[in-house]
């Protein structure tokens, strides 16, 4: 099972990205999927997760700003960011809660990440 997440890229301050992580391979079942990100020099903090069903939860600093979705059919999420700021800047991770068949149990699996830098 693979993350491939895309869509970082260089943006100024007040543009938008859309990143977007699609799972592939083995994949029975999906439950919470959401995104990391990792600024310089900080720890890894989650951003923004979604449930199968939708439920969405954000970190305080981007509600309002990111919006997170997903397909479950494509089994992709996607991250909508907007009103970028130099501190939104870092790699972004994509994860997903995997299950390989009706009888395994869940377990996290990561993209490689996508590095998004947001300039002044």
């Known amino acids: 099972v693979q993350l491939q997440a895309f869509g970082g890229g260089l943006v100024q301050a007040g543009g938008s990205l859309r990143l977007s992580c699609a799972a592939s391979g083995n994949v029975f079942g999906i439950g919470d999927m959401g995104w990391f990100r990792q600024a310089p020099g900080k720890q890894r903090e989650l951003v923004a997760r979604?449930?199968?069903?939708?439920?969405?939860t954000y970190v305080d600093s981007v509600k309002g700003q990111f919006t997170i979705s997903r397909d479950n059919a494509k089994r992709m999420i996607f991250l909508e960011m907007n009103r970028l700021e130099p501190e939104d800047t870092g790699v972004y991770y994509c994860?997903?809660?995997?299950?390989?068949?009706?009888?395994?149990?869940?377990?996290?699996?990561w993209g490689q990440g996508t590095l998004v830098t947001v300039s002044s």
């Open positions: 979604i449930t199968r069903g939708g439920r969405t």
């Open positions: 994860y997903a809660q995997i299950r390989q068949s009706a009888w395994d149990s869940y377990y996290e699996q």
